[in-house]
Structure formats: C-alpha cells, structure tokens
C-alpha cells in the first residue's frame, strides 16, 4: 500500500516538472515580438524651468541626440530612436526597447552638467511624461 503511494507522487512530481519547461519557453518568445513593433512615445516638460530661463530646450534636445545609446552606441539613432522639440517640451519616440528611466538618468545627467541640478527634480507626471519642477522652498528659511 505505502510503495504505491510514493510512487504516484514520484510521478505527479516528474509529471510537473516535465510541463514547467513548455509554458516557460511559450512566454518570452511571444513577449519578443510584441516589443520588436511597439513604439513607445515620452515627452519631457520643461516648462517651469524654461519660464525662469535657466533651462535650453535647444540644448537639452542636442545632450539627448548625441548621449541616446542604442544597441550599446552613442550617435545610433538610426531611425530607431527620433528626438523633436516642440516649444519647451521634448518629445522622444522609439521603436523596441527602451526605458523612460533612461530617460530620466539621462535628464539629471543633463541637469547636473549645467548646474541647475540644485533648483530642478525630474518627476513623473504620468505614465508617459516626466516634468522638471523647482524644489519648493519652506517659507520658515526665508523668515529668518
């Protein structure tokens, strides 16, 4: 009685195990080429920091055109990556994988680099947008 018993949970085991591989080699083939033909859309705000003008749109657009790397190389748009300006926001669209994160590394690189780094946070307006914002000042520092 008790050897047949391990012996069917031997099998039920095997019997699992055996099927894991085939659903686990179905997901990321499927999730491939959905990303290959997506294109993702970002848009950048820069619009409270070019009304007090110490922020450039112009050369902001410029920093993300020559520092995008695509497929591990700088100045490789190649199509697959388009940059445009459109009054003080930068729009960003690529083709495949690519992250808003890097977006945002890139940003604050770019903040950093021009010394605004101290006035200005990137933030995550929506899902596709990010927005420069001054940090908000206590009004008790400015009563002293």
Same mark, same amino acid.
């Given at each position: 009685?008790?050897?047949?018993?391990?012996?069917?949970?031997?099998? =039920? /085991?095997?019997?699992?195990?055996?099927?894991? @591989?085939? &659903?686990?080699?179905?997901?990321?083939? !499927? $999730?491939?080429?959905? %990303?290959?033909?997506? =294109? /993702?859309?970002?848009?950048?705000?820069?619009? @409270?920091? &070019?009304?007090?003008?110490?922020?450039? !749109? $112009?050369?902001?657009? %410029?920093?993300?055109?020559?520092?995008?790397?695509?497929?591990?190389?700088?100045?490789?748009?190649?199509?697959?990556?388009?940059? !445009?300006?459109?009054?003080? %926001?930068?729009?960003?669209?690529?083709?495949?994988?690519?992250?808003?994160?890097?977006?945002?590394?890139?940003?604050?690189?770019?903040?950093?680099?021009?010394?605004?780094?101290?006035?200005?946070?990137?933030?995550?307006?929506?899902?596709?947008?990010?927005?420069?914002?001054?940090?908000?000042?206590?009004?008790?520092?400015?009563?002293?």
């Amino acid at each position: 009685g008790s050897s047949s018993n391990s012996r069917l949970f031997l099998n =039920t /085991k095997m019997s699992a195990v055996a099927a894991a @591989p085939k &659903v686990v080699k179905k997901g990321p083939k !499927t $999730a491939k080429k959905g %990303k290959k033909t997506s =294109t /993702k859309k970002f848009t950048i705000d820069c619009t @409270p920091a &070019v009304e007090q003008e110490i922020f450039d !749109t $112009a050369g902001f657009e %410029k920093y993300l055109h020559d520092h995008v790397k695509v497929a591990g190389k700088t100045n490789n748009l190649s199509g697959k990556v388009t940059i !445009t300006r459109d009054g003080s %926001k930068i729009n960003v669209s690529a083709e495949g994988t690519f992250s808003k994160r890097y977006l945002k590394y890139l940003t604050k690189r770019y903040l950093k680099k021009k010394n605004v780094r101290d006035f200005l946070h990137v933030v995550a307006s929506n899902a596709s947008t990010y927005q420069l914002r001054f940090f908000k000042i206590d009004s008790a520092e400015d009563a002293e």
